[in-house]
């Protein structure tokens, strides 16, 4: 079993739609979780930190459930701008080294 | 924010040349960067973590004599990949983080390299 998994997708979903990805990972000391965006051809950036509480930044919103071991991203009122590869990303306790998942595939079509 | 380059953003080299490719943080000091290879579609796969000032930890799998890895300076990490050959065309992705913030990463905007 990989360390952290995704469905790769793709998720194609009209404007304005509601979409949930998640992303699983084995190691129950992981401590830290992030998702990042990546585009085509280009290099990865950070969309939000994943806390305990969740945590909410306009239209995304983000969730960890500890006991299942997934984090969550929930994107509201999909714009076409938001088709992109997200990937999510772990740091397990006392590492420095994050672990990626492959990327879920998003998108959003007129 | 901080930011890091990368350079060059596309190369194209002929097979059995090596090539260069540098990773500066612009604003902070990074002792550790990472060097990543993607392929189409495929997800971010760590080749090497790299120290400043001592030998770069290779990935199971990949040849250290092939990917060389130096980290002169806390804001400079070079990756030069030896002999080239038509299978190691890919997008060559650095991140770095700043000292002490080992959970902030900041990446680099990659390389794409065509081995011809």
């Known amino acids: 079993r990989k360390e952290v998994e995704q469905d790769p997708g793709p998720f194609n979903v009209p404007e304005g739609a509601t979409v949930a990805f998640n992303c699983t990972y084995s190691?129950?000391?992981?401590?830290?979780f992030f998702w990042y965006r990546q585009d085509c051809r280009k290099e990865p950036k950070l969309l939000m930190s994943?806390?305990?509480s969740g945590n909410e930044d306009g239209r995304f919103t983000a969730q960890l459930n500890r006991a299942s071991q997934y984090i969550s991203l929930l994107i509201r009122d999909s714009k076409l701008s938001d088709s992109a590869t997200y990937l999510c990303?772990?740091?397990?306790?006392?590492?420095?080294?994050?672990?990626f998942g492959r990327g879920t595939s998003l998108i959003v079509h007129p | 924010g901080a930011v890091v380059s990368q350079h060059p953003s596309r190369v194209i080299c002929k097979s059995g040349t090596s090539v260069k490719i540098e990773c500066r943080s612009l604003?902070?000091?990074?002792?550790?960067m990472f060097w990543y290879r993607q392929f189409p579609k495929q997800s971010l796969m760590l080749m090497a973590t790299?120290?400043?000032?001592?030998?770069?930890?290779?990935e199971q799998g990949v040849e250290k004599d092939k990917f060389l890895i130096n980290h002169a300076s806390l804001t400079l990490s070079t990756l030069t990949v030896t002999s080239a050959h038509p299978e190691d065309s890919s997008f060559y992705i650095c991140?770095?983080?700043?000292?002490?913030?080992?959970?902030?990463?900041?990446f680099g905007e990659g390389s794409w390299l065509t081995v011809v």
């Open positions: 991140s770095a983080s700043p000292t002490g913030q080992g959970n902030t990463i900041y």
């Open positions: 190691n129950s000391a992981s401590q830290s």
């Open positions: 994943v806390y305990s």
């Open positions: 990303v772990v740091f397990s306790g006392g590492s420095y080294i994050p672990t």
């Open positions: 604003d902070f000091q990074a002792t550790t």
């Open positions: 790299s120290n400043e000032g001592s030998k770069a930890t290779y």
